[in-house]
């Protein structure tokens, strides 16, 4: 029986833990609809209310960068120092700022 | 191995020396790879496992409020299951193969599930000591190099707090209650002391694996570190409790400022390791039915699933290819084609996909 079986899809959960904060991914589990994955996340993910909101994604639907290709993705982000405030020197006596 | 696999190795031993997490989609050696997937999946079975010694008391709880708190242990244990499977998924494994290795008895759980549970104390013994020698051994590994495991690992550490401290406080109300209640605690303590202490491991003269995986971050602490450990904060809560544990050579040892102990019977642990413990062949017939039994209800979603997507396609669907099949049910008779009983279902799409639902039942 079980060679026939075909796996239900996978499901990457994210959940909101309380107003005010984003959704954060806690993990992944298999269902056999939309419907289900949220129900199935709620018993996994939130026993002891842990979330106010849940998403659920089906895996094969998320797009993700490759690890292989960090250095150059991220690269353009790498040399501009002046993006930050710390670049900028302002005296110690100017206050609010 | 090639240059750039040269390059990648490079990579991941520095990553792994940074003390830095390695994530799903990093390159990492085969090894490294196999060894976090036998460990995070016999670390899954034993939380699935687990659930059978103390559902075995459910429906006889003293009371309502014991029953509560022990569906509430249980349903845990299955979602401990649930993290960690779904972190060795991201190592490539597949779930149906994990549960298949698992009731074919290709990949093992922890051999203390194979020891019964002959009284209610033994509810609160399993919590007290067999899940705080899953806290000592669970504890370190929140630090492991493997992210997904890590982070499995920090959520179940959270919840296994509230397993033992019911255990403890199950044991002392029942310490606090008659003599043949505390007698029934003494008895469960001494059947578990040992196969609790095994659970660490062998020693560590006798734990191959151990040094690669503290090498690549794996484990963070030897089977005999952790034992020591174990034994050290047990001590106490056992005086605290006015139980003995059943170990004569047990002392406090002044120089080394730690307890000195008797070795568990080595034999008997590779005896139930291999499969022939006093309740393995019952734990796995017990959880390959289960899985047998539930084959109808997977079946019966998967088809309602695509039920309703037929249902859907049925009323929005415009688009025609040049086929004449609206494109929704192109997909739909793919999908179908997986599952025979989903066919089956669909009487009006079984002669379509006849062929190749053939084709692909082996």
Redesign the interface.
Known sequence: MSGVEQEWPLYEIFVRGKRGLNHVHVGSLHAADDEMALRHARDVYTRRNEGVSIWAVRADAVVASSPDEKDPLFAPAGDKVYRHPTFYAIPDDVPYM | MTVSEADQLVDFEATIARHDRI?P???MPEKYRATLVRQVAQHAHSEIIGMQPEGNWITRAPSLRRKAILL?KV??EA?HG??LY??C??LGA???DLT?KLIEGRQKYSSIFNYPTLSYADVGTIGWLVDGAAIANQVPLCRTSYG?YG??MI?ICK?ESFHQRQGFELLSTMMRGTDAQRAMVQESVDRFWWPALMMFGPPDVDSPNTEQSMAWGIKRDTNDELRQKFVDMTVPQARALGVTLPDPDLVWDEERQAHDFAQPDWDEFATVVKGSGPCNAQRIAHRRRA??DG?WV??A??A??HG?LEARSARTSTSVDESGAPAAQRGLEARSA???TSVVARGGLEAQTSTSVEA???
Do not use: K, V
């Open positions: 994530e989609r990093d390159w509430a349903q845990d979602g649930l993290y779904s972190a998924e991201t597949s779930r149906q298949l997904p982070r499995a959520r919840e899985h047998e084959a997977r079946e979603a998967t309602f699933a309703g997986r599952t025979s692909s039942t082996p």
